[in-house]
C-alpha cells in the first residue's frame, strides 16, 4: 500500500520560505511523476507543481519564481521549496504520487497524501 508522509507546512510570514516534504513508501511500480497541489477553502484544488521521473517540472503561474520543486528518486522524496510567501498562497497543499499503471506514463494510478497546512499571515 503507497503511502505518503507530508511534513513542513505552518505558520509564516508574508514574504518568509517554508519547505514541504513529502516521503513516499510501498511503492511497487516504477513513479511516473510526483508534484503539489493546494486547495484554499471554498476553491478547486490546483495543481502547484510537478516533477516527472525524467526530471521535468512544471510550475503554475502564480507560483512561478519563487516555488521550486525538486526530487530525490533515491529516498522517492519530492521537495517544495517556497519562498517571497503571499498571503494568498494560504492553503493545504497535498503531494501526489502517479505510479505507473500500464504500459506508459499516460496509465497511472494516482496516490494522495493527508495534506499540510500553509498558512501566510503577519
Known amino acids: 500500500q503507497v503511502q505518503l508522509v507530508e511534513s513542513g507546512g505552518g505558520l509564516v510570514q508574508p514574504g518568509g520560505s517554508l519547505r514541504l516534504s513529502c516521503a513516499a513508501s510501498?511503492?511497487?511500480?516504477?513513479?511516473?511523476?510526483m508534484g503539489w497541489y493546494r486547495q484554499a477553502p471554498g476553491k478547486q484544488r490546483e495543481l502547484v507543481a510537478r516533477?516527472?521521473?525524467?526530471?521535468?517540472?512544471n510550475v503554475a503561474d502564480s507560483a512561478k519564481g519563487r516555488f521550486a520543486i525538486s526530487r530525490d528518486n533515491t529516498k522517492n522524496t519530492v521537495y517544495l521549496q517556497m519562498n517571497n510567501l503571499k498571503p494568498e498562497d494560504t492553503a493545504v497543499y497535498y503531494c501526489?504520487?502517479?505510479?505507473?499503471?500500464?504500459?506508459?506514463?499516460?496509465?497511472?494510478?494516482?496516490?494522495w497524501g493527508q495534506g499540510t497546512q500553509v498558512t501566510v499571515s503577519s
Open positions: 510501498g511503492i511497487v511500480s516504477p513513479i511516473c511523476a
Open positions: 501526489k504520487l502517479e505510479e505507473l499503471n500500464g504500459r506508459n506514463c499516460f496509465y497511472t494510478r494516482d496516490y
Open positions: 516533477i516527472t521521473n525524467g526530471g521535468s517540472t
